[in-house]
Structure formats: structure tokens, C-alpha cells
């Protein structure tokens, strides 16, 4: 069991059609047929998405997509249309709102790592591979990869885990063709924000992205490159064989799982609110990925 601990009640606006609550977002229709997502400050971990919000977090996811966006425009075209708030909108939204075009979404979760760790060094651990696909004997957690791989996964509903699966197993439910073109586009984006935070002084580990077409052409779509969605970690303090420090929900995983906490991720119970110094700290760990990367201080 899990999913929300409670469950949000979406706003409603006029002109604007409610179309889903993600763990984060909430998903609205304009009249044109445009989408809009609007990101909350919720945060999600192990699957629940947890009571307690995480201030200025949507705003920092959005305001970090679109500057990534930028950063791969000329790889990769994406889904925003407007940033400008829809009519009627309340004034919270402003800052966390994207105008985006409506694709036909490609249900497959694209993930790239460069490094080993998460679910991908469980399976390493057990089978030596990962996504079926062989890696070097020797990798502990936090090991470098020797190139960045695609390890796809199944996109979940809310309160499920995705599954990682193969790339055999997404050709066969994409086709061969897109297939081809999700694992190219991946590790190409993938590729080039590695370099960027590499300058900056960030480990990119692995990240997911989600695509969808529009016509034929794909296209870049939800969010990218956030700490919501990638690990990412402080160059000078990369060591690997252990658990590394993170600009990340990674702080949030880690007092859930404390004794401090309380609770038993593996019962059926919620988890409990998160202490305000958890809120603290993980909020500043988002602003701080922000501002190393971007290079711009938060305001």
C-alpha cells in the first residue's frame, strides 16, 4: 500500500480543465487544448507522496527545467509553449506554471546513469547487470560507469514503482524504431548536462526523462534534469564505495528510513511528517542545486 498520505484537493480555475494530480504536479486543460502543469511543493519518497510540502520546491523544479530546457534546445526541441500565468490563475502559481503542448506521450521512463547506485546497484549486486545489460566486475556503489547506459523502466501510477525492464522489453512495447530513437535522445541529453554540471562542480549520476511525439517528431517533455528526478552529488566529495552527499530528496529517503522517524517502510503505514529540520535542509539542498548550476541566486 501507499501513494498519497493526503490526498490534495486540485484547484479549480476557470477556462481550465483538472486533468490529473501527479506526485508533484497537477495537470490542467486551456481551452485552446494546450496542457498546463502547474508544480506543487509536494515531495514523494518510497513511493508515498509525503504529508509535509517542501517550500519554493516547484518553483525550483520549474524554474531548473527551463534552464535546462535551453541547455538542450539545440539537441533536443521540448514541450513548453508559455511560462505567462493562464487567466484567472491564482497568484501562487506563478513562478511553478508551463504552458505546454500536448503530446502523445511515450510510456516509458528513459533513464541514463553514468554511475551505479540505487536500484541499479541492487541489481549489479545480484545479477552483475543492469537492464540486462553486463558491467565490469569490481563496481561498488557510486562507481563511475565506463559509458553512460540507457536502463529503461515502466512508468508507474502513483503510489507504484516504476520497474526497470529491458531494452528488448521497451522495442517490444514502443517498437524497434522509437526505441531506438528514446535510448539515442537519452544518453545525447544525458551526455551533454553531465558535461555542464561537471563544470560546475556536480556529479551527475543518473537522471530519467520522459518523451512524446508530436507528429513524428519527439519531443522532451515534464521536467528535466531536477532533483527530483536525478542524483546528483558534490564532485569534491565523490568517493565511491559508500552512499555519497546529495543535492536531492536523498535527505528526505534517509530521515524515513532513521530510527529517528519511527517508521517501517516495509509495513502498510504512512509515513509520518517530516521535522522541520528535514524541511529546512532539503529545501536548501534544492536552492543550492539550483544555484550551482544555474550560476543565478535564488530569490
Avoid at 484547484?11 to 497537477?26: A, D, F, I, S
Avoid at 546513469?113 to 563496481?139: H, I, N
Avoid at 519531443?219 to 528535466?224: G, N, R, S
Amino acid at each position: 500500500m501507499s501513494g498519497f498520505v493526503e490526498k490534495p484537493e486540485p484547484l479549480q480555475v476557470p477556462g481550465l480543465v483538472h486533468l490529473h494530480t501527479g506526485k508533484v504536479r497537477e495537470l490542467y486543460r486551456n481551452e485552446a487544448g494546450d496542457l498546463v502543469m502547474v508544480a506543487s511543493d509536494r515531495i514523494s519518497a518510497y513511493d508515498w507522496v509525503l504529508p509535509t510540502e517542501i517550500p519554493d520546491k516547484g518553483r525550483v523544479l520549474t524554474q531548473l527545467s527551463l534552464w535546462w530546457f535551453d541547455q538542450l534546445a539545440d539537441l533536443l526541441p521540448n514541450h513548453v509553449l508559455s511560462t505567462e500565468l493562464p487567466a484567472g490563475a491564482p497568484a501562487e502559481w506563478e513562478g511553478r506554471t508551463l504552458v505546454c503542448k500536448s503530446l502523445n506521450m511515450v510510456p516509458v521512463e528513459c533513464v541514463a546513469r553514468g554511475y551505479l547506485t540505487g536500484s541499479g546497484l541492487v541489481e549489479y549486486d545480484d545479477t552483475r547487470t543492469v537492464c540486462g545489460l553486463a558491467l565490469p566486475e569490481g563496481l561498488v556503489d557510486g562507481s563511475e560507469l565506463p559509458a553512460p547506459i540507457f536502463t529503461p523502466a515502466t512508468k508507474a501510477a502513483v503510489g507504484e514503482h516504476d520497474e526497470n525492464v529491458s531494452y528488448e522489453e521497451v522495442a517490444r512495447q514502443v517498437g524497434a524504431e522509437t526505441a531506438a530513437q528514446l535510448r539515442q535522445a537519452t544518453l545525447a541529453a544525458y551526455s551533454r548536462a553531465r558535461d555542464i554540471a561537471r563544470e560546475r562542480g556536480i556529479v551527475l549520476a543518473d537522471t530519467k526523462f520522459e518523451f512524446g511525439f508530436d507528429g513524428d517528431t519527439l519531443v522532451l517533455a515534464d521536467e528535466v534534469l531536477t532533483p527530483d528526478s536525478s542524483r546528483f552529488w558534490p564532485a569534491g566529495q565523490w568517493q565511491p564505495g559508500r552512499a555519497q552527499p546529495s543535492y536531492d530528496k536523498q535527505y528526505v529517503r534517509d530521515w524515513l528510513t532513521s530510527a529517528e522517524s519511527g517508521w517501517d517502510r516495509r509495513s502498510e503505514q504512512p509515513p509520518p511528517p517530516l521535522p522541520q529540520h528535514v524541511v529546512d535542509a532539503t529545501r536548501t539542498k534544492y536552492v543550492e542545486a539550483y544555484e550551482l548550476l544555474t550560476g543565478t541566486g535564488w530569490s
